[in-house]
């Protein structure tokens, strides 16, 4: 049986892909890849966070061009048939398929790894060209010239040494063996590799600098195939009926292509889809702390910032360069939301980032209850009990809460308008994201209520809350009164609704709360 040269894996695996329900059809990216062959531009290096179909789009081309089977039952259906080079391109190619990622059963060091990868090619193609078995190669660039032939090579987790810091001290030698492999050699017809981080910072001079990189930061050309678009996602809601768009473009929506069209995680939609239920997919599959991880390296710098994300206010910031295989620990906050966008952790588009929707939004709010966070950890932890006090209507809890946080070493925290003050109520109430849907500045009756809280459960009352700078929390009730800012949710049907004024008096230094219950 085949090791990586023509292999039937990536035919079983799209052909299981294709059949599955929630199918999104991404073929027209072959069509793509196709005016690449045996042309200047045949070297391609896709990388994408972890969940994003890198995985998916590889199998689909192993089942495209491996010439060993026949694989036109599962193309025929798909938007790649509608192309003129369709069938110039099926199953036309010796192809070989290699996962960077597979370490050897009984060994350790990185000649092992780096044998296995050697073997199995040197084996493939020896029982492939049988008339190459007696004689000797120094180079597997040797022994695959010898065969006179053409190959297209598919690499996945090209990255996997670097992402997972394995045999640190021959990462330089791992990209002279894939250069030596792949760079000027006239059997190479298409090289495709993927993985999640990028090479071209690593890599200086002549290692391997043939590929074309498209990445987070960086495509010009293949975005849209990874991650699902606004209408691929409509499309899959329409084949259930348990969850809404708007269930789904809460949870998993954030991303951007450089028009600006919406991308979604695939695998948690897909989840989400298959369960019937919104919840956190894609986060349980990273190997570390997520957010944390990144932001611990300068928590000092970055810490405003992301007050201001999980405020869903954008930061504006340039990214010059970006976080790339063998780099050091970032070191400052460029280098920090660099990587972060790498790893799919932000979105960055038209120079601002923020945090994609709410499932990564949960990763932030888990973060920031850690101690390095220093006020803003103590806001976040007693967010339950300032969430208790309002549901009892015990206004001076609240109160009493916000002012014992006040004068921190945040800035942000050192409010003098209801913007800043906005801000610390959003930190204040995100024990309250498990149990309702926040919306700030949201239409309801006659105006834009500051802050409407919708029960996720019956048993909840609804929340409005409104803020006042230097006026009383009886004026923000009266407001809320007025102009019947609690439509909206006798709209959703919630029996019991709170209103709540909240005030701070920028000479006295005072927070004032009263809580009214309006039905």
């Known amino acids: 049986m085949a090791l990586c040269l023509n292999t039937e894996p990536p035919l079983i695996l799209y052909t299981e892909l294709v059949n599955s329900e929630f199918f999104v059809d991404k073929s027209a990216m072959i069509e793509a890849i196709n005016k690449r062959i045996r042309t200047n531009t045949k070297y391609i290096c896709i990388t994408k966070p972890r969940r994003f179909g ?35 391109h099926l199953n036309q190619y010796n192809v070989i398929s290699l996962s960077l990622n597979d370490l050897p059963d009984d060994g350790s060091t990185y000649e092992d790894y780096i044998n296995l990868i050697k073997e199995s090619i040197t084996e493939d193609i020896k029982e492939a060209y049988p008339e190459l078995r007696e004689k000797n190669f120094h180079r597997i660039s040797d022994l695959l010239a010898a065969t006179k032939e053409q190959f297209i090579f598919i690499i996945d987790e090209w990255d996997y040494l670097f992402s997972h810091e394995l045999f640190t001290e021959h990462h330089s030698a791992f990209l ?17 590799m993927t993985g999640v981080l990028p090479v071209k910072k690593y890599s200086m001079g002549s290692a391997l600098n043939m590929f074309r990189e498209y990445t987070m930061l960086k495509d010009p050309f293949f975005e849209e195939y990874f991650g699902f678009t606004e209408n691929e ?251 019947e800012y609690c439509e909206k949710l006798k709209g959703e049907h919630v029996e019991h609704i709170l209103a709540v004024g909240l005030s701070y008096d920028t000479v006295k230094k005072e927070h004032q709360c009263v809580i009214e219950e309006l039905l």
């Open 176 to 192: 002279e063996f894939l250069r030596n492999l792949l760079k000027d050699r006239p059997y190479v017809a298409l090289t495709y």
């Open 54 to 88: 890198k995985t998916s789009i590889l199998n689909m081309l192993g089942a495209y061009y491996g010439k060993a089977y026949d694989a036109k039952g599962v193309f025929e259906h798909l938007d790649i048939s509608k192309s003129g080079a369709y069938n110039t």
């Open 233 to 483: 996602v409509e499309a899959l809601c329409d084949k259930q009926t348990a969850l809404t768009m708007e269930d789904i473009r809460d949870w998993y929506n954030g991303y951007q292509t450089r028009s600006g069209e919406r991308l979604y995680n695939p695998r948690s939609v897909v989840c989400a889809l298959e369960d019937a239920a919104c919840q956190s997919y894609w986060t349980r599959t990273g190997k570390m702390d997520e957010v944390l991880f990144f932001l611990k390296y300068n928590i000092g710098e970055v810490r405003d910032d992301v007050v201001k994300m999980v405020n869903d206010m954008p930061v504006i910031i340039e990214i010059n360069e970006e976080y790339a295989a063998g780099q050091k620990n970032p070191k400052n906050k460029e280098e920090i939301f660099s990587a972060m966008i790498i790893y799919g952790l932000l979105s960055y588009y038209d120079g601002n980032i923020r945090i994609p929707n709410k499932e990564l939004m949960l990763e932030f709010h888990k973060a920031l209850k850690d101690d390095e966070f220093g006020y803003v950890a103590e806001l976040v932890r007693n967010s339950n009990e300032i969430l208790n006090a309002t549901l009892d209507k015990k206004g001076d809890i609240v109160a009493s809460y916000l002012h014992n946080i006040h004068n921190s070493e945040l800035p942000i925290l050192r409010y003098n308008d209801e913007n800043s003050l906005s801000c610390v109520v959003t930190l204040a109430y995100l024990a309250a994201r498990d149990m309702y849907r926040v919306e700030r500045e949201e239409k309801s009756g006659k105006g834009f209520a500051d802050f409407i809280f919708h029960p996720r459960r019956k048993k909840f009352p609804g929340i409005v809350l409104e803020l006042k700078a230097d006026d009383t929390p009886q004026a923000a009730i009266a407001q809320i009164r007025m102009k």
